[in-house]
């Protein structure tokens, strides 16, 4: 049974940082790409960052130069490092795993297994 279990939300100051973790079991981690999501109320689900299988990234514009993502494949965790928080990063962050290896952010339908979330709130 594959299961992906976010945490490390919370809520901060503008300007803060934060640390989300995926944790993953069920399937053959390693050789699965990656991805984090995120939801705002009223909002549709957006692509934040990606990593593929051997560990090319890519981001949201919106938020290059401010988060990371990174695997440990040893663990079978996913993370991202969020630093210079804005207000508008506020939303449910959701971890996905697609079966087919891509560094693309693609569309949330091109994701085989989702987690159930882990709040993020930033307050001005």
């Known amino acids: 049974q594959v299961q992906l279990v976010e945490s490390g939300g919370g809520s901060v100051q503008a300007g803060g940082s934060l640390r989300l973790s995926c944790a993953a079991s069920?399937?053959?981690?390693?050789?699965?790409?990656m991805a984090w999501f995120r939801q705002a109320p009223g909002k549709e689900r957006e692509g934040v960052a990606a990593i593929d299988s051997n560990g090319s990234t890519t981001y949201r514009y919106s938020v290059k130069g401010r988060f990371t993502i990174s695997r440990d494949n040893a663990k079978n965790t996913l993370y991202l490092q969020m630093n210079s928080l804005k207000p508008e990063d506020t939303a449910m962050y959701y971890c996905a795993a697609r079966e087919r290896n891509s560094w693309l952010l693609l569309p949330p339908s091109q994701y085989n297994y989702w987690g159930q979330g882990t709040q993020v709130t930033v307050s001005s």
């Open positions: 069920g399937y053959t981690y390693s050789t699965y790409s």
